[in-house]
């Protein structure tokens, strides 16, 4: 999430709401009548994604790539990457499909696509649960199709994104320490994240992600009555 700008909407989703979307895509391959002998899923997103539409086609063959978006320090290459390479074997011969959480700007599921068509393979065909409106590329099968450009937060890293978007919040606010009903605000204020919202997608999990900051040293506690937060001043920097 680090090269995103200060203030931008993001969107707290859950299992269920996920596990429809896994739904809905596998029901757009069965539709289509493409059977895949394997599923791609690229990591870490499509994981889940990848999983679930193993067991809905009823596929055992699931393999995974990594795609790494950046070269040297904070520096963006146009183009991702393949970190981890798949096994000899994984796909040759093989109808395809390529799996990803998200198509956002399009850029890694198009290079895995691209990567796979060049390991000999049958047919290989895309799929993600989500797609932008900023996407370049189409994948062939889409769960949901969002207009307005937003960072999800999937449940598979409620807390990682959490503890980065409360980190990020609280470096700007700059005068802490904050109450969680102030860290509440600060979210409300730069990410549209309405408390509602949060608490029917990922109920009570606040004070899971505070507490989760304070062991790892990011924040710490201040007061003894009402309990307030403050970054750490030696806290690993935020996104
Ligand atoms: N990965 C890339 N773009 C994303 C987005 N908009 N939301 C969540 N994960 C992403």
């Known amino acids: 999430m680090s090269d995103l700008p200060d203030e931008f909407k993001c969107t707290i989703t859950n299992w269920d709401y996920i596990?429809?979307?896994?739904?809905?895509?596998?029901?757009?391959?069965?539709?289509?009548?493409?059977?895949?002998?394997?599923?791609?899923?690229?990591?870490?997103?499509?994981?889940?994604?990848?999983?679930v539409i193993c067991d809905f086609l009823g596929l055992d063959d699931?393999?995974?790539?990594?795609?790494?978006?950046?070269?040297?320090?904070?520096?963006?290459?146009?183009?991702?990457?393949?970190?981890?390479?798949?096994?000899?074997?994984?796909?040759?011969?093989?109808?395809?499909?390529?799996?990803?959480?998200?198509?956002?700007?399009?850029?890694?599921?198009?290079?895995?696509?691209?990567?796979?068509?060049?390991?000999?393979?049958?047919?290989?065909?895309?799929?993600?649960?989500?797609?932008?409106?900023?996407?370049?590329?189409?994948?062939?099968?889409?769960?949901?199709?969002?207009?307005?450009w937003a960072w999800i937060v999937y449940p598979w890293n409620f807390i990682e994104d959490m503890i980065d978007l409360t980190t990020g919040v609280m470096e700007k606010g700059a005068d802490g320490p904050y109450t969680a009903e102030e860290i509440r605000g600060l979210l409300r204020e730069y990410h549209r994240v309405e408390r509602i919202e949060m608490e029917i997608a990922q109920p009570g999990r606040l004070s899971e992600v505070l507490e989760e900051m304070a062991r790892r040293g990011i924040v710490e506690t201040v007061g003894e009555g009402e309990v307030a937060w403050r970054l750490h001043e030696d806290a690993p920097s935020g996104p």
Do not use: N
């Not at 739904?23 to 994604?49: I, M, N, Q, T, Y």
């Not at 070269?71 to 393949?82: D, H, I, L, N, R």
């Open 62 to 148: 699931l393999t995974s790539l990594k795609m790494e978006h950046y070269v040297g320090t904070a520096q963006k290459s146009g183009e991702p990457t393949v970190r981890y390479p798949m096994p000899e074997g994984s796909v040759e011969g093989k109808d395809v499909l390529v799996m990803d959480d998200i198509a956002d700007t399009g850029g890694s599921i198009r290079r895995a696509h691209e990567y796979v068509t060049d390991r000999d393979p049958g047919e290989v065909r895309t799929a993600t649960l989500q797609l932008l409106g900023t996407s370049e590329f189409e994948p062939d099968f889409v769960g949901e199709r969002l207009d307005e």
């Open 19 to 51: 596990y429809d979307l896994c739904r809905e895509v596998s029901d757009d391959v069965k539709a289509a009548e493409f059977e895949p002998d394997v599923v791609v899923a690229l990591a870490r997103g499509g994981w889940f994604a990848g999983r």
